[in-house]
């Protein structure tokens, strides 16, 4: 059976779309799909650097840089969170692909679609949270789909915080699709890969945690 990535489908009618990627032996077109998914990726970083979204040692930096050389430190910003953006793709459709392979020997083609599908949903938490940021000033720990906002009010520790920031609306979102499509396609037990599947991204969201810490630690 052929199958084309059918990614609005495949987001909201998960229970229909799991069931044709099991019986599907390729999937046309899927790598250029993953370079433009790249490409928006980068551009989706791009805009939110060329905004300034994240660039606060670039702004104390800025009475102390003539406009000019202000100026070529925002462009290396904004190429270098470009780049960051399709290593972040990368990370993304390979790096969890991979570990569900090496679990449930599923063909990688089809764990490759289901990070598809999860980075376009993180793709659209970062779009949508470029408005917001710019509207409302709010750091990375305020935003509104987090539990970065409750984190602060329990406790003073940063890492938590930026643990509890990390854990979003849309990333939950993210650990249902790969619960869902995994539960279809594999022969595995439901519980062994829902193991899998959060403490993978409990141990993601921990890293990306201890990065923004050490962000933070080099801004101070």
Request: proline content about 3%; aromatic content about 14%.
């Amino acid at each position: 059976m052929m199958s084309r990535t059918q990614l609005l489908r495949g987001l909201w009618e998960p229970a229909i779309h799991s069931y044709q990627l099991k019986s599907t032996e390729t999937i046309p077109g899927l790598w250029r799909r993953l370079v433009l998914i790249a490409f928006i990726s980068a551009l989706v970083f791009g805009v939110s650097a060329y905004f300034g979204i994240g660039s606060e040692y670039i702004s104390k930096k800025m009475t102390d840089l003539s406009k000019e050389e202000y100026e070529m430190h925002k462009a290396f910003y904004v190429v270098g969170q470009m780049l960051w953006g399709i290593v972040y793709a990368t990370c993304i459709l390979f790096i969890p692909a991979i570990l569900f392979w090496a679990l449930t020997d599923l063909e990688m083609y089809k764990l490759i679609t289901i990070q598809f599908m999860v980075l376009a949903v993180l793709l659209i938490e970062k779009a949508v949270m470029i408005p917001i940021n710019l509207a409302g000033g709010l750091a990375g720990t305020s935003s509104p789909f987090s539990l970065g906002v409750m984190g602060q009010y329990l406790t003073g520790n940063d890492i938590v915080v930026y643990f509890l920031a990390a854990i979003t609306l849309f990333k939950i979102w993210t650990v249902f699709i790969q619960f869902k499509y995994l539960s279809v396609l594999s022969d595995r037990g439901p519980k062994l890969l829902l193991a899998a599947v959060i403490a993978m991204n409990l141990s993601f969201w921990f890293m990306s945690a201890l990065m923004s810490y050490i962000q933070l630690e080099k801004l101070i």
